[in-house]
């Protein structure tokens, strides 16, 4: 009897724990909710974004593929845009001046957000630069992407257009 009310009691303590735990990204999961301030000034939040598709792409200026890949991640933000996509770009550094400085160099026009602190990068999981995951218009985080390497953005691509025909 004591055997089942400390199993018991355990469990409890357990889910509660767990209920406490932020959420974490998971394929096929609600996409975890965050509020980040904008290079712009706004705060931007990802639950405000339901009813588009949206990529987040998470990346550092002293990231070389994360360079290489923001100028074509602009080109599908301004094609896909119309049809209900945006892109939010989310930069990990604590010091955003590096950034401010890449973004002079070469701008985008999707919104760069800052998370300084790394607790968006955590719940995404992010492991590797840059990371991006697609969201769709119901808030599942549907792909995931570790890395960069050209020819990746064509997926990206197959993944929005297969996104937002839903």
């Not at 845009?81 to 400085?101: C, H, I, S, W, Y």
């Not at 991006?132 to 064509?154: C, S």
């Amino acid at each position: 009897m004591r055997l089942c009310i400390g199993t018991s009691l355990l469990a409890t303590l357990l889910a509660a724990v767990l209920a406490l735990a932020p959420a974490r990204a998971a394929l096929d999961s609600p996409a975890p909710d965050f509020t980040l301030k904008s290079a712009s000034g706004e705060n931007i939040k990802l639950s405000e974004l339901r009813g588009q598709v949206v990529l987040i792409n998470f990346w550092a200026s002293w990231c070389g593929p994360c360079r290489q890949e923001m100028p074509l991640l602009d080109q599908m933000y301004q094609k896909y845009g119309p049809l209900g996509f945006t892109l939010l770009g989310v930069n990990v550094e604590q010091d955003t001046k590096d950034a401010e400085r890449m973004l002079k160099d070469a701008p985008v026009t999707f919104p760069i957000l800052f998370d300084a602190e790394n607790q968006v990068s955590k719940l995404y999981d992010v492991t590797a630069m840059p990371s991006t995951v697609l969201v769709d218009r119901d808030g599942k985080v549907r792909y995931m992407h570790k890395g960069y390497q050209p020819g990746y953005e064509d997926e990206y691509q197959t993944q929005i257009r297969a996104l937002v025909r839903e």
